[in-house]
């Protein structure tokens, strides 16, 4: 990515891997995650309250370039490519300590209420999640 919406850094763990020592592919999108959930806190966007709802995935991809080892230091950068009237596709790319992509992909979530159901993204939290700073 050129220009990330968003950076997030850390380090893969023992408990990450599989008897290889090599990442358990499944994790990639827990990276993502922790990305995801610390952006929409930095800018005071709800990540999940049972009373308010939360975002959901209904759709998941992701292209493995290399692999990733225990203790390895990586940088997720995340973008939005799509915002809907209730619903975000986010692209995230995992890079290695040394800038090379290990992994891409994209997660598309919904914004649903304390019942599951979609409602539409208000214009804050749509003004807060487009804003570069």
């Not at 596709?89 to 159901?117: C, I, K, Q």
Request: aromatic fraction near 12%.
């Amino acid at each position: 990515m050129q220009s990330p919406l968003y950076n997030f850094f850390y380090e893969v763990s023992f408990g990450d891997t599989d008897a290889s020592g090599w990442m358990h592919f499944p994790n990639i999108f827990r990276y993502f995650e922790e990305a995801e959930h610390a952006f929409l806190k930095s800018r005071g966007v709800l990540v999940f309250d049972r009373s308010l709802g939360g975002w959901p995935r209904v759709k998941v991809t992701c292209d493995y370039k290399r692999p990733l080892l225990t203790g390895d230091r990586i940088e997720v950068q995340l973008e939005i490519s799509r915002f809907g009237a209730s619903s975000i596709t986010w692209d995230f790319e995992v890079l290695n300590a040394a800038g090379e992509t290990a992994a891409l992909g994209s997660v598309t979530t919904v914004r649903v209420n304390h019942e599951g159901r979609p409602q539409l993204i208000g214009d804050a939290e749509r003004s807060a999640l487009e804003r570069r700073i």
